[in-house]
């Protein structure tokens, strides 16, 4: 284990040097505007919802969704509903995960419990659910896993807010990235876009 610890140490600083060289070219930026649209997009394909690629990156680059973004003006949403709802699932998504990386705030902190239910809210702006805990219990199509019933959701979804607030090491950022996620799914704590959640 301390010779893996030492590895990704010295990946990690071979990394930061090439990603400080990339900075001063500009690149950084290019980058992370295109990892950001390929995440919205496999996400969102997940769950057979909004544009391709190109629809995906199309709508977020348009005037309505730079709006959207520019001012984190969450009320267009619905308008963007009305008008294309493809556009609306890349411009959602898009806008949650920006508001989570201001949240976390460049990882120095983890989710709240509100921030959970905002971010969904982004992400289903426009449903009636948006933003709530299901109250009722749920099966998942296609899936042996039961999510937890009705009643434990709020202090599951508290644990977790708890958890993901403590100081980490980050030599296992990655690995509690991962078991963050696995707990949410686990829990199933919204009546739909858990799958499309950027938590």
């Not at 976390?104 to 992400?123: F, N, P």
């Not at 709530?132 to 644990?159: C, K, L, N, W």
Request: proline share 3%; hydrophobic share 40%; no cysteine.
């Amino acid at each position: 284990m301390e010779e893996l610890r030492a590895r990704l140490r010295a990946a990690r600083y071979n990394l930061r040097a090439a990603i400080e060289q990339a900075r001063r070219i500009g690149l950084v930026r290019e980058m992370d505007r295109a990892h950001g649209y390929s995440s919205v997009f496999e996400s969102n394909s997940i769950e057979f919802e909004g544009p391709d690629l190109a629809g995906t990156v199309e709508a977020i680059e348009s005037d309505t969704g730079q709006k959207v973004l520019r001012d984190l003006n969450v009320h267009l949403l619905p308008e963007v509903l009305r008008r294309d709802e493809r556009a609306f699932a890349a411009i959602g998504l898009e806008t949650a995960r920006v508001l989570a990386l201001r949240y976390i705030g460049g990882g120095m902190r983890g989710l709240s419990h509100s921030d959970v239910r905002s971010l969904h809210s982004v992400v289903m702006s426009g449903s009636w659910f948006a933003g709530q805990y299901r109250s009722f219990d749920a099966r998942i199509s296609g899936a042996d896993h039961v999510p937890f019933p009705t009643y434990e959701i709020a202090f599951a979804m508290s644990e977790l807010a708890d958890w993901s607030q403590q100081t980490v090491d980050d030599d296992f950022a990655v690995l509690r990235a991962a078991i963050g996620h696995a707990w949410f799914t686990h829990v199933h704590p919204f009546q739909g876009g858990n799958g499309r959640w950027p938590g």
